[in-house]
């Protein structure tokens, strides 16, 4: 069993930026696969960015390549998102995911966190 929680959402400007954390339990994180996903309303939950358990291999969506930014640091069990010139349609709630594959598809994530809200706002 891994639990994960989000924390670092919130509302921001147009244009800003945010960094998202998810902290892990368990000794053996650095094991697994970490992905990042979002769901806005009334839309499926949507991969964003993976990261291997080194922290060496990183995954995006193609849309927000060169915006977004995924590391981790397995000493603090954590893996962080970095999001800058965020735009309103960034608006969701974003989970993060633990897996054993290498996956962009939310099936082959087992064990998931709350979430934590980013809202994109003037």
């Known amino acids: 069993q891994v639990y994960l929680v989000e924390s670092g959402g919130g509302l921001v400007q147009p244009g800003g930026s945010l960094r998202l954390s998810c902290a892990a339990s368990?000794?053996?994180?650095?094991?697994?696969?970490v992905g990042w996903f979002r769901q806005a309303p009334g839309k499926e939950r949507e991969f964003v960015s993976s990261i291997n358990g080194s922290g060496f291999v990183t995954l995006y969506a193609d849309s927000l390549k060169g915006r977004f930014t995924i590391s981790r640091d397995n000493a603090k069990n954590t893996v962080y998102l970095q999001m800058t010139s965020l735009k309103s349609e960034d608006t969701a709630v974003y989970y993060c995911?633990?897996?054993?594959?290498?996956?962009?598809?939310?099936?082959?994530?087992?064990?998931w966190g709350q979430g934590t809200q980013v809202t994109v706002s003037s």
């Open positions: 368990g000794r053996t994180f650095s094991s697994y696969v």
């Open positions: 995911a633990v897996s054993r594959v290498w996956s962009r598809m939310r099936e082959h994530y087992d064990y």
